[in-house]
């Protein structure tokens, strides 16, 4: 076996309803996007082998993934030619997740038939399945969360990383315009929150004021979803400003404030249709629909961290509406159907 995948990245706009009160919790929008990605080249070796950063890391992912199909490690060489920056808002663990599950399913010809199988394998999907659905096949998604209470599928409200709940349910998915483009900037002086900073976060937040997840429903339902469908992308760039400020998104942005908000408004300032803080950051985005200006919204952004001597990377990347991509010989399509795959 020899094969090379491919994984897009995740921007989290933010999640929905973080009451309950109607019985369900989470639920989120977002958008796959080309770059930054992970490539992985899987090929025979005399045994598990990993060419990384952090091959500690890759290693423990696989041995899970091993230990819950009863599996010892396959003989194989990892080798991670470009990977997604962790803890930044890019949601990397799961595309990494799922890129190893489908390498190791592929090599004990294990099939699964659907994506949330998948998911349920590597534990991921249990708050936001955002990131699941980007690698799956792309584009922008909607889910709309989990059921929530006494005898439901949750009984309380915890991050993806903390949470056993399966996959939400998939409310839309549609093709972002190939001319959008989103500007990326990660200042490197700070990771976004994740493992138990996360869930105290989580813990000590919940639940917020019924009144702001009905705002965030009303400009999730009646200027986002519109605006993607039309290709409107005004609309959408609204919508995205619109939750940056109310329901759990406020509170995401206000850890990393004044630093975040200030590159929010720089970013608008300089021409962006709609910017925003992907999942628990740091990393922000911004809209817009050339190259030319995505460039100038790069450039100012860039020039406003360099003023305050923070490094940072910077991408400006296309929407990716394919998913994962799979080439090389010895993979099988019936692995899982809903993949781009190419021979």
């Known amino acids: 076996m020899r094969m090379k995948i491919t994984t897009p990245s995740r921007l989290h706009f933010g999640l929905i309803d973080f009451n309950g009160a109607l019985g ?16 992985l080249e899987v090929r025979d070796s005399d045994a598990f082998k990993v060419n990384s950063s952090e091959p500690e890391l890759i290693e423990g992912i696989a041995r899970k993934i091993c230990d819950n199909l009863g599996k010892p490690l396959p003989n194989f060489e990892v080798t991670v030619e470009e990977e997604i920056h962790k803890h930044a808002g890019f ?14 399913c592929q090599e004990y010809g294990i099939t699964y038939a659907s994506i949330e199988e998948l998911a349920r394998l590597v534990n991921r999907g249990g708050t936001s399945g955002i990131g699941v659905r980007a690698f799956d096949r792309g584009g922008f998604i909607l889910d709309c969360g989990h059921s929530y209470g006494p005898g439901k599928e949750k009984t309380s409200c915890l991050p ?23 500007v990326l900037v990660t200042p490197l002086y700070d990771e976004g929150s994740h493992g138990k900073s ?22 999730v339902l009646m200027q986002m979803v519109p605006g993607i469908l039309e290709k409107d992308i005004e609309t959408f760039g609204k919508a995205i400003n ?27 300032s300089a021409g962006s249709y709609g910017s925003g803080m992907s999942s628990f ?3 922000v985005f911004g809209l817009t629909d050339n190259d030319r200006k995505a460039e100038e919204i790069q450039k100012t952004v860039c020039d406003y961290l360099s003023d305050l ?5 910077s991408w400006i990347s296309e929407p990716n509406n394919n998913g994962v991509l799979i080439s090389g010989h010895g993979h099988n399509r019936a692995v899982l159907k809903n993949t781009a795959m190419i021979q």
């Open 91 to 104: 949601g990397s663990k799961t595309q990494i997740s799922l890129a190893l599950a489908y390498a190791i």
């Open 281 to 283: 950051g740091p990393t």
């Open 24 to 39: 369900r919790i989470d639920g989120g929008a977002g958008v796959a996007i080309s770059s930054p990605r992970n490539v």
């Open 160 to 182: 993806s990383s903390a949470s056993n709940a399966k996959l939400a349910p998939l409310v839309m998915r549609c093709d972002v315009p190939d001319h959008w483009r989103f």
């Open 309 to 313: 001597d923070i490094e940072c990377q």
């Open 198 to 219: 996360e869930v105290d976060i989580f813990k000590s937040s919940f639940p917020i004021k019924a009144a702001q997840v009905d705002r965030i429903c009303r400009i």
């Open 242 to 268: 619109g939750i940056q400020s109310i329901g759990f998104k406020n509170i995401e942005v206000k850890i990393k404030s004044p630093l975040v908000p200030n590159m929010l408004t720089i970013m608008d």
